[in-house]
T-cell receptor, first 114, second 112 residues
Framework: GQNIDQPTEMTATEGAIVQINCTYQ??????LFWYQQHAGEAPTFLSY????GLEEKGRFSSFLSRSKGYSYLLLKELQMKDSASYLC???????????????FGKGTKLSVIP | DTEVTQTPKHLVMGMTNKKSLKCEQH?????MYWYKQKAKKPPELMFV???????INESVPSRFSPECPNSSLLNLHLHALQPEDSALYLC???????????FGAGTRLSVL
């Protein structure tokens, strides 16, 4: 099975930087996604890492180390609207299956305070 | 355009009803997914269609029946559901390997 671990909750101050970590153990690993989800809404795609290293997209960056089974999402210049759940998701191919599957971690609820 | 459209947005049904959830994407994605999400839990995979063929069924009860009429459409037929099936049902699509997986806004289902 897939084992994906991320902190349950985090709190950070407006304007600051926060790093949300994700560790995973999986077979057939193909890539790692980060999603943002506000309460009652669908997940919004933030980033996708398939190779080791840092991917930067505006205020959001995501890092992957495949050998360590580790990723993080970095949010800079935090805004109140960044308060949401952040979901780490692993894309993998089940043995014998012809398509990719996406399995989510439990999510990290980020609260941004003034 | 990364839009995945789901209808209806909300659905209330009784345990004897038959209803269908619909999902549409025009991004040329060849993989489409159904996920179920309960409150304060992550999305859980139900079905994967790849090139219009069912490739993964995560041991979902037969009261949920997926259908992929063509490469742009994905349906989920519901029959004889239970109250515990009340959840947010999410459709997603992707090109496959090396591309993003994009979610629709979801259908919030309540079974009475």
């Amino acid at each position: 099975g897939q084992n994906i671990d991320q902190p349950t909750e985090m709190t950070a101050t407006e304007g600051a930087i926060v790093q949300i970590n994700c560790t995973y153990q999986t077979s057939g690993f193909n890539g790692l996604f980060w999603y943002q989800q506000h309460a009652g809404e669908a997940p919004t795609f933030l980033s996708y890492n398939v190779l080791d290293g840092l991917e930067e997209k505006g205020r959001f960056s995501s890092f992957l180390s495949r050998s360590k089974g580790y990723s993080y999402l970095l949010l800079k210049e935090l805004q109140m609207k960044d308060s949401a759940s952040y979901l780490c998701a692993v894309q993998w191919v089940p043995s014998g299956a012809g398509s990719y599957q996406l399995t989510f971690g439990k999510g990290t609820k980020l609260s941004v305070i003034p | 355009d990364t839009e995945v459209t789901q209808t209806p947005k909300h659905l209330v049904m009784g345990m004897t009803n038959k209803k269908s959830l619909k999902c549409e994407q025009h991004m040329g994605h060849r993989a489409m997914y159904w996920y179920k999400q309960k409150a304060k839990k992550p999305p859980e995979l139900m079905f994967v269609y790849s090139y219009e063929k069912l490739s993964i069924n995560e041991s979902v009860p037969s009261r949920f029946s997926p259908e992929c009429p063509n490469s742009s459409l994905l349906n989920l037929h519901l029959h004889a559901l239970q109250p515990e099936d009340s959840a947010l049902y999410l459709c997603a699509s992707s090109h496959g390997r090396g591309s993003g997986v994009y979610f629709g806004a979801g259908t919030r289902l309540s079974v009475l």
